[in-house]
């Protein structure tokens, strides 16, 4: 399994100069089946499933 983290960033500016904040929002899971998964920190126990674009999304198993 890969997990990637999922972040926002804010731009702000501090004495002059142009500062990036980034901020884990959270976490990409990539199933060794190859299934993809975002968690969002402010949705907690609710993962999204994440297909490629396609006219029609695909019935899927939930017991992967």
């Known amino acids: 399994m890969q997990i990637y983290d ?3 960033k804010k731009v702000y500016e501090k004495d002059g100069e142009r500062k ?3 901020y ?3 976490i990409m899971k990539i199933t060794d089946s190859g299934r993809i998964y975002i ?4 949705q907690p126990e609710v ?3 994440v297909f490629e674009k396609t ?3 695909p019935t899927i198993n ?3």
């Open 6 to 8: 999922v972040c926002t």
């Open 24 to 26: 884990k929002s959270g």
């Open 20 to 22: 990036v904040k980034f």
């Open 55 to 57: 006219p029609k999304l």
């Open 39 to 42: 968690r969002l920190f402010h």
């Open 47 to 49: 993962d999204f499933h």
């Open 62 to 64: 939930s017991e992967d």
